[in-house]
């Protein structure tokens, strides 16, 4: 368990299109300093920038991705893939500068920047880590489906899902979260949709920049139709855990916890992390001694402290300046 924040060590740039939207963007991520947390930088043609911080109180949609900022204003889409990719590889503080609404969805999870983050490397900051540490269970329920926050000795991940699809069907994983299980088991996961509601998805805008080089399609005869297959077996249920991963970072502070979840995604993992970080007897923020996990020291600054905790088309390869 690392204690000390992080941040990269040279900028990186990514180049694609958004999912979604599919406009062409660019996306640049900065080392900053201690207790930055992550930030997005959104450019204007005007030139104006706008700063959205990660977090949980800056959400404003969970329909079919996360989205932080005003989503008639400045906003960005689809922050749950890099927020994964920087959470899990243990980075604190970053600007991300932007100059589109939407992160580039590239190979279709976070393992372009996880190759990204490899490259420029972490440096090693002189301001402690806080965590956040789950002390008693806090569940929550969403048509048919449940999250749930449970108190752990470490971070871990454990997400069931259940499809009617016989592409997907019923399919768990967990896992303790490190970096080298995010990297290998989780990263390459890919977003996946049904052939059958593209259409409705063009209709309202969406998925404009989906193709089967970023994306697994399951056609209408319940086959997955890349001619590549599937990277796992259990794919699916490994992409809905990297979304996960990625929602859990807009607590603004890492969480020490089991996060459980059946039939879930974007909504119920906001959900989640609401109803744990709206219950100050829930949670406590920690800083680790040295000899983790043998003991814990509680923080002097209280949860009700943190303003980070309020409510709520191929792609070109990273390039490290």
């Known amino acids: 368990m690392v204690n000390q924040q992080h941040t990269i060590g040279a900028p990186i740039i990514f180049t694609g299109v958004g999912v979604h939207g599919g406009a062409p963007v660019e996306m640049t991520l900065h080392p900053a300093e201690p207790d930055t947390g992550i930030v997005f930088h959104v450019f204007e043609a005007s030139g104006l920038i ?15 991705s996360t989205i932080v900022g005003d989503r008639k204003g400045a906003h960005v889409a689809t922050i749950e893939h890099i ?6 590889m243990d980075v604190d503080n970053v600007i991300v500068q932007i ?5 580039p969805i590239l190979g279709g999870g976070s393992a372009e920047f ?9 440096v090693m900051q002189r301001a402690r880590r806080r965590f ?10 969403l048509n ?27 399919q768990c994983f967990a896992a303790d979260l490190s970096a080298t299980l995010f990297r290998d088991e989780l990263a390459e996961a890919r977003t996946f949709g049904f052939m059958k509601d593209v259409e409705k998805l063009w209709a309202s805008g969406h998925a404009l920049g989906s193709s089967l080089d970023n994306s697994v399609v399951i056609g209408d005869d319940e086959r997955v139709i890349n001619p590549a297959g599937l990277r796992f077996a259990d794919e699916f249920v490994r992409h809905k855990t990297l979304d996960a991963v990625g929602d859990q ?13 059946y039939r879930g995604g974007h ?15 829930a949670f406590e923020l920690v800083e680790l001694p040295a000899r983790w996990p043998e003991t814990l020291r509680r923080s002097s600054a209280r949860a009700a402290a943190v303003p980070s905790l309020g409510a709520a088309a191929p792609a070109f390869g990273p390039q490290i300046l």
């Not at 996880?114 to 972490?122: C, N, S, T």
Request: glycine share 10%; with cysteine; net charge negative.
């Open 50 to 64: 706008h700063e959205i911080a990660a977090v949980s109180a800056n959400v404003s949609s969970t329909d079919l």
């Open 83 to 88: 927020m994964a990719a920087l959470y899990a």
């Open 99 to 103: 100059d589109g609404n939407e992160v």
């Open 114 to 122: 996880v190759r990204g983050i490899e490259g420029a490397g972490l």
């Open 132 to 141: 956040l540490r789950v002390l008693k269970p806090v569940r929550v329920e």
């Open 144 to 170: 048919g489906g449940w999250a749930e926050y449970r108190p752990y000795e470490g971070t871990r991940f454990e997400v069931e899902i259940d499809f009617a699809s016989r592409a997907i069907g019923r």
């Open 249 to 261: 970072a807009l607590a603004g502070s890492r969480i020490l916890g089991c996060y459980r979840s």
């Open 267 to 281: 909504r119920l993992n906001a959900l989640a992390l609401a109803a744990l970080t709206a219950d100050p007897s």
